[in-house]
């Protein structure tokens, strides 16, 4: 039975049939899972779960799925050559890395094995090559091999004059970050998994006879036998309310740039500096989409819970300054945006998983950083045994459950292209009356967007499911026609079509009435 999508809106601000209500029933009966947070760790594990026969929640503060840390990321499926060996974090990244293409065909997201070289450009950093290398076999990652300098400049014409040698990983890819979170989480819906979105976790507190309460705000109260805390920063904030064992974190910002798509033919591969105990570095990447990305920084900011990812402008040239090292001509490439995330570092260490953490069947997860993207089903996997081994959770699978995606759901910005399509053209001519023109994206491709399982109901929501907007104007003429099409497939008035939910809204209200 197909599960229900909700948005915590004010009244008339969406469809009635989406609005999470006062009135809105779930039924009497207890979630035996209740996931708190939907990036890409929690929409795994929801899909995960979907396939067994458990009434599972998805509940996360923001009105789409992804929107926070697992948004901006540097879209790379990580082989974990250069993990710490033996470490959960190094397990976990190696058996995931396995499982991607599987995974990401069947679900439809675009991904790409490109390859990945760590340029050493000192003689001191090509002394460490043979030690990573050393470390990506401790790792499993066997399919690795030295590259003399003459060998990178011949595979990647652009690299730095003063490079000395490389670590070629051949397994490193990239991948569509976005549609890896909304695509696991329209599956497990599908599957029957409960979903509602723009509505805070406030506290988490026992119920009796092992039945835990997620407390939200408006004081709306969702039962749960077991609780899964992937709130990310958020979490510790809110295992405090279940006497969680402390831990202490804080936002480590990184920021990117993003090059025009013209810049795409240039880089072949993913360009890593060698790492060093903070940070992998400043990475020069091409992504799914055609564009190319550098960064990203590590600058670890004070804990507060209403911190927002912002770009700086030192930032931003400390990221030029570093991908120059690497790829000179890259800053005289045409950059068209900026973005920046909050990852959640922990003093304690990364891939910090607490089981019957303050109360009996809560499991908290905090320090999922750079790798969170590539582990999470592998992830997922690992909180489902510790739900049935250490918390008891009894999981029976579900043979009716779905394991994919149709085909018509992959994005329409990947090939053919729908305008490309002559049967889809002959069928509806809306495939050709471009909308973004930036990106080539069609009128019916963003009402097809809005029209997906999940009811996308903000501009970035349906940004991230089209790519209209992200071209080299910004969303400058295409912005408002998308507001018009939100508002005309949802019959919500224009004034409250909103950029990412309440308080972002495109129209200032005075001038709109």
Same mark, same amino acid.
């Given at each position: ?34 996931? +708190? ?11 995960? %779960? ?48 396995? $499982? ?6 069947? $679900? =439809?997201?675009?991904? &790409? ?7 050493? $450009? ?8 043979? =030690? ?22 011949? %595979? ?10 490389? %670590? !070629? ?11 890896? #979170? !909304? ?6 819906? /599908? ?57 202490? /974190? ?7 740039? +993003? ?22 570095? /400043? ?32 930032? /931003? ?26 990852? #959640? ?36 996997? !690992? ?11 009894? #999981? ?46 069609? &009128? ?37 026609? +998308?507001? &018009? ?22 129209? !200032? =209200?005075?001038?709109?009435?």
């Amino acid at each position: 039975m197909k599960g229900n999508v909700y948005y915590n809106w004010p009244k008339g601000w969406c469809e009635e049939t989406l609005r999470l209500a006062d009135d809105t029933d779930f039924g009497n009966d207890p979630f035996d899972v209740a996931i +708190i947070g939907a990036g890409v760790v929690g929409c795994a594990l929801a899909w995960h %779960l979907s396939h067994y026969q458990l009434r599972v929640l998805l509940v996360d503060k923001n009105h789409d799925v992804g929107e926070a840390t697992s948004k901006a990321n540097s879209a790379i499926i990580h082989t974990g050559f250069d993990a710490a060996p033996g470490t959960l974090e190094s397990r976990l990244v190696t058996k995931a890395s396995r $499982m991607w293409p599987a995974v990401a065909e069947a $679900m =439809k997201i675009p991904f &790409r094995q490109t390859a990945a070289m760590v340029l050493a $450009m000192t003689d001191d950093e090509k002394e460490l090559l043979p =030690k990573l290398l050393e470390k990506s076999h401790q790792n499993g990652v066997e399919d690795v091999r030295l590259l003399a300098a003459d060998q990178v400049r011949e %595979l990647e014409p652009g690299v730095s004059e003063q490079v000395k040698g490389a %670590l !070629y990983v051949d397994r490193e890819s990239i991948i569509d970050p976005f549609a890896s #979170c !909304y695509a696991l989480a329209e599956v497990a819906v /599908i599957n029957g998994v409960d979903l509602v979105l723009g509505l805070p976790v406030e506290s988490v507190t026992a119920a009796g006879d092992g039945i835990k309460t997620l407390n939200c705000s408006g004081n709306r109260r969702f039962n749960s036998r077991y609780v899964v805390n992937a709130a990310g920063l958020g979490s510790t904030t809110l295992s405090s309310s279940y006497g969680a064992l402390p831990l202490d /974190i804080n936002p480590r910002r990184g920021q990117f740039l +993003i090059y025009d798509k013209t810049t795409g033919s240039r880089v072949n591969r993913i360009l890593l500096p060698v790492p060093n105990p903070i940070t992998k570095g /400043i990475l020069v990447a091409p992504t799914i989409f055609g564009n190319v990305i550098v960064g990203p920084t590590a600058e670890d900011l004070p804990f507060d819970p209403a911190s927002v990812p912002e770009t700086t402008s030192e930032g /931003i040239e400390s990221i030029r300054s570093g991908a120059a090292i690497l790829f000179p001509g890259i800053n005289q490439e045409p950059a068209i945006g900026t973005y920046a995330g909050l990852r #959640c570092n922990c003093t304690q260490g990364q891939y910090q998983i607490a089981f019957n953490d303050g109360i009996e069947g809560i499991v908290t997860l905090t320090g999922i950083r750079s790798t969170g993207l590539t582990v999470s089903i592998a992830l997922a996997e !690992y909180i489902r045994e510790g739900l049935e081994n250490e918390c008891g959770l009894v #999981c029976q699978p579900d043979d009716s459950a779905v394991s994919s995606r149709a085909e018509t759901s992959r994005p329409g910005w990947s090939q053919p292209r729908p305008f490309e399509d002559e049967q889809r053209l002959t069928e509806n001519r809306d495939y050709a009356d471009m909308i973004c023109f930036c990106e080539q994206i069609s &009128r019916q491709e963003v009402i097809d967007a809005i029209r997906s399982p999940l009811s996308p109901r903000t501009i970035d929501a349906v940004r991230r499911r089209t790519r209209a907007t992200t071209g080299r104007c910004q969303g400058f003429n295409c912005l408002i026609n +998308i507001a &018009r099409l939100i508002s005309e497939n949802s019959g919500t008035n224009l004034e409250r079509i909103t950029k990412k939910g309440p308080g972002s809204e495109l129209i !200032y =209200k005075p001038v709109a009435e």
